[in-house]
């Protein structure tokens, strides 16, 4: 009997220890708003733009700045470090840290509600489609029908795949940007408040009115 316990004790530790080195590393986010407080996942499948945003976050780079582009059932943007101490009125979202990340692209990343992605300068002046250094959006987007989706497919020739579709047509997004700029995470918590910052009012140029600003964001230890 003693043996068969050892035994079985070994076993166990055996079987805790494939499957600790089996789980995956998630890396979550918590970001503090004036508006409200959103949990995002960084995805392990864009590590580039994943080490990137954990690096400036725990730099607190992001403390302070303001969401300061806001376009509704589209998507709100952040991450300019000019727009710390901007004054009301200031056209932003030319500021970064002075680099760039090279474009990451996965095909089962898409741009579905909630999905944090990297922008970025224009095809004509940047045609490897790499990412601005701290500059992000995440998507509000909208729901759509098999006929639009069919639409898209047409003018861009892409096709979107079962899985994606179901996510268009039911949870909403941006289903045009795919391919185009990099997804490297989600919002898992507090999509009402991502919907919150999507309905505020804003100037010429999509900076809302009033000022919303990313309090802190921290790395989930």
Known sequence: MLILSILLLMSMHSTAQRSKKNAKNITMI???TTAGRMVLQLYD???????????LAEEGYYDSLLFHRVIREFMVQG???DS??????KQLGQGG?????PAEFVDSLVHRKGAL???RTGDMVNPEKASSGSQFYIVQGRTFSDA??????MRSGKKYSDESREIYKTIGGTPHLDGAYTIY???????????AIGKVATVPGDRPLEDVRIVTVKVLK
């Open 30 to 32: 918590e970001m503090q």
């Open 45 to 55: 499948e864009t590590p580039l733009h994943r080490d990137n945003f954990i690096k």
């Open 79 to 81: 991450g300019d470090p």
């Open 84 to 89: 710390r101490t901007a004054p009301k009125g």
């Open 97 to 101: 840290p002075g680099y760039t990340v």
């Open 117 to 119: 992605a990297a922008a």
């Open 148 to 153: 639009e989706l069919n639409s898209l497919e």
């Open 185 to 195: 995470g989600r919002v898992v918590e507090g999509l009402d408040v991502l919907d």
